[in-house]
């Protein structure tokens, strides 16, 4: 009697272990299928697209941690917070943001997320993904995103042009100037100086030096302040002026005898371009 109590009890716990597998399971199907990231440039937003394969009969909640997302320029690491889920359909695209500390309600079959990478320096960034669910690691991957360094733009060029006003007092010559790309690429940190010599005496009698940026098939103006000349220079027929010009920072000062050449160049990645004016002309009455 002991020894069939003893073997129905057995049958009933194995029973009822089978049940608790079979409604449970081991443990979540779900694997990474796929991951991929289009080719993205220094400080540009990207997306790592990952494919979460459910193989079970049910829906089930998973949670997703992915390390290295973003990286500034000191190599600090920071993981994304948002998770972008697009769910298709045969009329219409429907994209949901939700929160990394959110669980992901995966369907039966492929499920496809999204999360932001974007990275501030050129180089090779592995991506770190992991799928967890009732508290054990069910899959993890690496994806190495690769950042390529910005194209050096090759076609810049310098154009520097200039407004001339009479006065009783003197002439002033009001010089803008354009910092030219017609092509490809882009640069952040094009040095560009400012020379003025005196053509008489063959003394520089001013310089200065600002940092300037460039985009793709873009015209940038060289000024310190909006709206206003690059620089001036006053001709005087007898005293200065007086006139500051403000906010204009380069201004040049000269008499009736004076003339000056005015030259501008900038420079990146060992290359320059430079531009000149000679001013007065000659050609004006003065």
Same mark, same amino acid.
Request: proline share 6%; charged share 20%; no cysteine.
């Given at each position: 009697?002991?020894?069939?109590? /003893?073997?129905? $009890?057995? %049958? ?26 289009? =080719? /993205?440039?220094? *400080? ?31 190599? $600090? ?26 669980? /992901? ?20 960034? =592995?991506?770190?993904?992991?799928? $967890?669910?009732?508290?054990? !690691? ?10 390529? =360094?910005?194209?050096? =733009? ?17 002439? %002033? ?22 020379? $003025? ?13 600002? /940092? ?7 015209? !940038?103006?060289?000024? !310190? ?23 204009? *920072? ?14 501008? !160049? ?21």
């Amino acid at each position: 009697m002991r020894k069939d109590t /003893i073997v129905y $009890v057995s %049958i009933a716990f194995f029973m009822l272990s089978f049940g608790i597998v079979w409604y449970y399971g081991t443990g979540h199907d779900v694997h990474i299928a796929d991951m991929s990231a289009s =080719p /993205i440039g220094v *400080q540009e937003s990207g997306q790592l697209d990952i494919v979460l394969q459910n193989n079970g009969p049910r829906p089930v909640d998973v949670w997703l941690e992915v390390e290295n997302t973003y990286v500034d320029s000191n190599g $600090v690491a920071y993981s994304s917070s948002q998770l972008i889920i697009s769910n298709k359909s045969d009329k219409m695209q429907h994209v949901e943001y939700l929160s990394l500390e959110k669980p /992901i309600r995966l369907l039966p079959g492929n499920n496809s997320v999204s999360v932001w990478i974007g990275y501030v320096l050129p180089g090779k960034y =592995p991506v770190k993904v992991k799928v $967890v669910g009732n508290g054990r !690691t069910l899959d993890e991957g690496t994806y190495l995103v690769e950042v390529s =360094p910005p194209e050096t =733009p090759e076609n810049l060029s310098l154009k520097l042009e200039y407004e001339m006003e009479s006065t009783n007092t003197s002439d %002033i010559y009001r010089i803008y100037g354009y910092l030219i790309n017609r092509g490809s690429g882009s640069a952040d940190n094009i040095s560009t100086s400012l020379t $003025v010599v005196n053509e008489e005496t063959g003394k520089q009698v001013f310089t200065s030096s600002h /940092i300037y940026g460039v985009e793709e098939y873009d015209k !940038t103006p060289l000024w !310190t302040w909006p709206d206003y000349p690059y620089a001036v220079v006053e001709i005087a027929h007898g005293e200065p002026s007086g006139e500051s010009y403000m906010p204009v *920072q380069n201004v040049i000062i000269g008499g009736k005898e004076d003339r000056f050449r005015v030259n501008v !160049t900038s420079t990146w990645q060992n290359r320059s371009v430079s531009s000149e004016l000679l001013l007065p002309t000659g050609e004006e009455e003065r």
